[in-house]
């Protein structure tokens, strides 16, 4: 396996952890693209600490594949059409069920 698919793979097991934590997810894209930037907020702030303070360079890794998740739940919402432009609703579960994730999915 390439660390490339190494890699697909963590993010794909993030993303299923993600939805079983919080099965919820806003139905207004701005909000799901919050999520998404929030994350990546994360992972900005691990890469400043590891870079200007010797942090730890896993932190960046662990906080970089939660936002690539974060990331694929932002896109899987938009393919299954989750999102209701133009009213806000609470949040939902995504049925992602007919989008699978890998080859072994379908």
């Excluded at 806003?26 to 799901?32: K, M, V």
Aim: glycine share 6%; proline share 5%.
């Amino acid at each position: 396996m390439s660390p490339e698919e190494s890699i697909c793979q963590e993010i794909i097991a993030e993303y299923h952890r993600a939805l079983a934590k919080f099965p919820g997810w806003p139905t207004n894209l701005a909000e799901a693209a919050t999520v998404f930037a929030e994350e990546a907020g994360e992972t900005v702030k691990a890469a400043a600490e590891a870079w200007w303070t010797g942090g730890d360079r896993k932190e960046v890794e662990l906080e970089a594949i939660q936002a690539a998740a974060m990331a694929v739940r932002l896109i899987v919402g938009l393919r299954c059409g989750h999102y209701d432009f133009g009213r806000a609703k609470s949040n939902e579960p995504v049925d992602v069920s007919q989008y699978p994730l890998s080859e072994s999915d379908q």
